[in-house]
């Protein structure tokens, strides 16, 4: 440690606050918070022996130190959260921002419009959320506009503009999704009576809507007017539906926060649930990944914070399943041993558990995907190879009548492709139709390439094609003294038939060996490679000599017509304006009279 460092560590204030370590790049590595800023740093270096490998690795990139001192804990936790998320240190649990989470929007505006949205705007409109499953927003969204028409125009319906009788009703209101404010149809106070209702029902308050009904219910029935009445009761009917399909856990408990968690040691899972009136309101659950083998003390916290902040939560209780420091003033930590809380809080556990054991079978079903030497070891066997095939190259040729001629090379590597190792080629010593000749000549040049400049042979060369093929690439190969070093294959195919160099009869694979699968994956990835650049060459080659081929017309011109209408055929049809704005009067007047010269009947 140098003496700056060491002086400025014997001088941090005893106060509360936020660390943060910096690397010889001046690279923030670390954010921490501390009830004593001297003390918590101080620890770190006074240890002889480190709990883990990288605690030990991230005190020996310490370079510097900066400290932000605060008025308590609770500043120092937040602040913690918020700078983790803005710097993403290296030795940090990782928090993410939750810009993706959908939100219900109540808009700032005369008759509120009520949508969905993931941009919170601060203009005075209010946010419901966020919500972790958009599916959950659109049952709310369709329970709304059964419950209550209303407006979905962006009209500015201020009164002056109503009186004026500025707009007119449009296709929500005959069909009865709205009452048509805009035309004067429905007042405010009526309107706004709607959207209290709605706020009740996004934040759990459901039976005081149902209550609220059933009264006006009972007040037109009172006064006769039934048809009113039968539409509340209809409504009311619709929200007890949507009630009963609620998780009920209790009526004594209300607006309490439940986390628990999972510690699986290399990350801690943590599950959150949102209890309002007695009934579950939202749920979520993440996966903090551990970074120096944090203890569930340290990292729950750090989780209540960022998850009380995403869901915007205000309550005062939270349940959980251990004591932890949350140093927030009016907030309580309570850990129930009995009765509905306990309930509650098993509750959160078990659907952690179903959680973790949905990861792991995740985890198990991408291993088992992406585990592919076994497979390897199946085609070594059934190739009767001498070496396990971890590189494997594979061509394929294409050309239409003889023209165009390419080919394309695929390489994978432990039975995945490695894309940015592919090669296209041109031919270009063949004249004609002639697979063989050109099979010949793109082995040749590749592998000829590899041994002039020192790079590694694959173990498998595959060729796409039968015996003419397999034996055109084994002339490459005997020409380079290559025979012996690499194994070669051709797959047919007709019927999937595999070659093997001077023998006629060929090897039937069972349709359903992982090696056979292998196989064909590089045998169709290679003709995919190599249509694509075949129809690419062919395109461009096709547009050059139809627009380039005009006197006085260069690529430049060309390209600058087709970028603008697409395709030669479209350039034909447009007039000597529209051809002038692209490229000026004098071209446009060349190309206009070339093809006005070539369309007539004389020509």
């Given at each position: 440690m140098n003496e700056t460092l060491k002086d400025k560590i014997n001088n941090l204030p005893d106060k509360p606050g936020v660390y943060h370590f910096f690397d010889s790049d001046e690279k923030i590595i670390y954010v921490g918070k501390a009830k004593s800023l001297k003390k918590r740093v101080q620890s770190y270096f006074n240890k002889h022996t480190y709990e883990n490998y990288r605690l030990k690795l991230l005190v020996n990139k310490i370079q510097d130190i900066q400290y932000i001192v605060v008025e308590s804990e609770s500043e120092a936790l937040l602040l913690e959260n918020n700078l983790i998320k803005k710097y993403q240190?290296?030795?940090?649990?990782?928090?993410?921002?939750?810009?993706?989470f959908p939100w219900i929007c109540i808009k700032n505006e005369p008759f509120p419009r009520v949508f969905s949205t993931r941009n919170v705007i601060k203009d005075g409109s209010q946010y419901f959320g966020p919500y972790t499953s958009s599916n959950m927003v659109r049952i709310l969204l369709d329970l709304i506009r059964k419950l209550y028409p209303l407006r979905t125009c962006n009209y500015n319906l201020s009164d002056e503009n109503i009186e004026k009788q500025k707009f007119r009703p449009c296709l929500e209101y005959h069909i009865g999704n709205c009452k048509a404010p805009c035309i004067g149809n429905q007042t405010k106070e009526n309107y706004n009576e709607s959207i209290d209702n709605i706020k009740r029902i996004l934040k759990g308050n459901l039976q005081e809507v149902i209550n609220y009904l059933h009264h006006m219910m009972m007040d037109f029935s009172r006064e006769y007017n039934f048809e009113e009445a039968q539409v509340l009761k209809e409504k009311i009917s619709i929200l007890e539906k949507y009630k009963s399909r609620s998780t009920v856990v209790s009526a004594t408990i209300h607006n309490v926060d439940v986390f628990t968690y999972i510690d699986d040691g290399k990350s801690l899972l943590v599950n959150y649930l949102k209890v309002v009136a007695g009934r579950i309101v939202q749920s979520h659950t993440v996966d903090i990944k551990k970074k120096l083998e944090e203890a569930p003390e340290e990292l729950l916290p750090i989780a209540m914070v960022?998850?009380?902040?995403?869901?915007?939560?205000?309550?005062?209780?939270?349940?959980?399943?251990?004591?932890?420091?949350?140093?927030?003033?009016?907030?309580?930590?309570?850990?129930?041993?009995?009765?509905?809380?306990?309930?509650?809080?098993?509750?959160?556990?078990?659907?952690?558990?179903?959680?973790?054991?949905e990861k792991k079978r995740r985890k198990e079903q991408l291993k088992r995907k992406f585990e592919k030497k076994s497979v390897l070891e199946e085609l070594q066997k059934n190739l009767h190879m001498d070496k396990l095939p971890v590189h494997i190259e594979c061509f394929d040729n294409s050309n239409i009548q003889g023209t165009y001629p390419v080919a394309a090379c695929v390489v994978f590597r432990n039975g995945k492709p490695k894309k940015n190792e592919y090669r296209h080629y041109?031919?270009?010593?063949?004249?004609?139709?002639?697979?063989?000749?050109?099979?010949?000549?793109?082995?040749?040049?590749?592998?000829?390439?590899?041994?002039?400049?020192?790079?590694?042979?694959?173990?498998?060369?595959?060729?796409?094609?039968?015996?003419?093929?397999?034996?055109?690439?084994?002339?490459s190969l005997h020409r380079l003294g290559l025979r012996d070093e690499i194994a070669i294959i051709g797959i047919a195919k007709k019927l999937e038939e595999i070659y093997f160099p001077n023998d006629s009869v060929p090897l039937y694979l069972d349709k359903n060996s992982s090696s056979l699968h292998l196989i064909q994956q590089l045998r169709d990835e290679a003709h995919r490679f190599g249509i694509n650049f075949h129809r690419k060459k062919r395109s461009n080659s096709i547009k050059e000599t139809a627009l380039e081929k005009i006197p006085g017309i260069g690529a430049k011109t060309a390209q600058s017509l087709l970028q603008e209408f697409n395709s030669v055929e479209r350039v034909k049809k447009q007039n000597l304006e529209e051809l002038s704005k692209v490229v000026g009067k004098a071209k446009a007047k060349i190309v206009y009279d070339y093809f006005q010269n070539a369309a007539s009947p004389e020509n």
């Open positions: 240190p290296k030795y940090n649990v990782q928090l993410k921002d939750d810009k993706t960022d998850i009380r902040e995403k869901m915007k939560s205000n309550s005062k209780e939270i349940l959980a399943p251990i004591e932890v420091d949350f140093p927030f003033e009016g907030v309580k930590i309570h850990v129930p041993q009995r009765g509905d809380k306990k309930k509650l809080l098993d509750l959160s556990q078990r659907n952690l558990k179903y959680y973790h054991l041109n031919i270009q010593s063949v004249q004609g139709p002639d697979d063989y000749a050109s099979m010949e000549e793109v082995v040749y040049r590749r592998y000829k390439r590899l041994v002039s400049e020192g790079e590694e042979l694959p173990q498998l060369i595959v060729i796409d094609g039968g015996k003419g093929q397999l034996s055109s690439a084994m002339k």
